[in-house]
């Protein structure tokens, strides 16, 4: 494997591990795929014995909930009242799930950027630095200590990586 190669795919497994650390797509497919396999139970003991239905089977009733929810289209009605109401709930409900978990979790992955504390600690820190005639010989003196601090850890940052090489 190439250089270039190795480095691609470290990059990728850190961006699959920080959507799975930092995202809720985890939680949300595991919901879907909870939820899905109760509708299409439902909707199995809901057909089973109905005259005329196609849904024979509990693997017919997983085909046709990822069927009914994905919009495709190709979905064979259910006959009974009570499986279009399961059906219809699960319509509905997968579809938020599905888009749901999509939107979140990129939502959430460009969002974390903003909510890290770094990125607070950056702001403060230029805010202060405009405000600096109108701070107090304290402010001023804290600002310098956590400046200093700042810098000795970058310092001991640089330091550790050259370490490593």
Excluded: C
Excluded at 133 to 152: F, H, V
């Amino acid at each position: 494997m190439t250089k270039k190669n190795k480095r691609l795919s470290r990059g990728s497994r850190k961006f699959i591990r920080d959507i799975v650390a930092h995202t809720p797509i985890l939680k949300l497919t595991f919901l879907l795929g909870i939820s899905w396999m109760l509708f299409a139970a439902g909707l199995y003991f809901s057909e089973r014995g109905a005259d005329g239905t196609t849904i024979t089977s509990y693997g017919k009733a997983l085909y046709w909930g990822i069927a009914a929810f994905s919009t495709a289209g190709i979905a064979d009605m259910p006959v009974n009242g009570i499986s279009e109401l399961i059906g219809a709930i699960w319509i509905v409900l997968g579809s938020m799930l599905f888009f749901g978990a999509i939107v979140a979790t990129i939502t959430a992955y460009f969002m974390r950027p903003l909510h890290r504390p770094s990125k607070q600690i950056i702001d403060t820190i230029e805010y202060n630095l405009e405000q600096l005639d109108d701070l107090s010989i304290e402010e001023l003196e804290l600002l310098k200590e956590t400046t200093d601090s700042l810098i000795e850890h970058v310092e001991r940052l640089k330091t550790a990586e050259k370490e490593k090489r």
